[in-house]
């Protein structure tokens, strides 16, 4: 799943938000036998609980919240070593804020190519053609930035959906605000634009790295209820 790092290192954490559509957590744990689990009973419409609930069992130094298509639907795929890399990069600055960039798969952006006929099937059909499961990196070459890191990779994106600090700098930011009750997740720009603009934190933006969406039906089908994934990692 990620390389160049122990699976000892690192711990996921997948909070059930009151999906209707239960996981398999059998086929989960024989890929992440350290996975934890956990279910909210009082989901709200919000993510936002979640991902404070996330953040307060998270046991790691550095917690990652993978924001958007990963953490809400379980619909993005993490490049090899986003987690070596962004472990590697929380060892460069006290203060870290450390973001990836994200892409779509396909040769242009999704809201367009569905317009032209892209679907599950061909979609299944370029992942089965390009290799990914053999390597990783392979999604790269059947993907393109997108809208908001149209950028690339040395621009600061617009969002980033996989977001890195320390503990405690999650703390002193207070978390996600849970004034926002929408059903929505835009409200991760508030936080992260509130990280960067803290004069302590030091942004580094991974090169090489980031997460690529399936199409926005597949999200829809396969989970169409939110669902958070945390990654903390140990020291």
């Not at 024989?30 to 996975?35: E, I, W």
């Not at 317009?115 to 999604?139: C, F, P, Q």
């Not at 959906?161 to 059903?183: K, N, P, Q, V």
Request: hydrophobic share 40%.
């Amino acid at each position: 799943m990620q390389r160049n790092i122990d699976p000892g290192v690192y711990e996921i954490i997948l909070i059930d938000n009151g999906s209707t559509h239960n996981c398999n957590e059998d086929e989960l744990r024989r890929l992440l036998p350290g996975l934890v689990v956990h279910r909210l009973q009082n989901a709200t419409v919000s993510p936002v609980p979640a991902i404070n609930f996330g953040l307060t069992v998270a046991r790691g130094d550095l917690v990652g919240v993978c924001i958007d298509g990963a953490c809400i639907d379980g619909a993005r795929m993490a490049s090899p070593v986003l987690l070596s890399k962004a472990l590697a990069a929380s060892r460069l600055r006290d203060r870290p804020v450390i973001g990836t960039v994200a892409l779509h798969l396909g040769p242009e952006l999704q809201r367009e190519r569905v317009k032209h006929g892209y679907n599950l099937a061909v979609e299944d059909e370029l992942l089965a053609g390009s290799g990914w499961e053999a390597d990783g990196y392979r999604l790269f070459t059947i993907s393109v930035f997108a809208g908001s890191s149209g950028g690339g990779w040395f621009e600061l994106p617009a969002e980033s959906s996989a977001f890195f600090l320390r503990a405690e700098h999650w703390r002193a930011l207070g978390g996600w605000d849970e004034e926002f009750r929408d059903a929505g997740w835009r409200f991760r720009e508030a936080r992260r634009l509130g990280a960067c603009a803290d004069p302590t934190g030091e942004l580094i933006m991974l090169a090489r790295r980031g997460d690529v969406p399936p199409s926005p039906r597949r999200c829809r089908d396969q989970q169409p209820e939110p669902a958070l994934r945390a990654v903390s990692r140990r020291v």
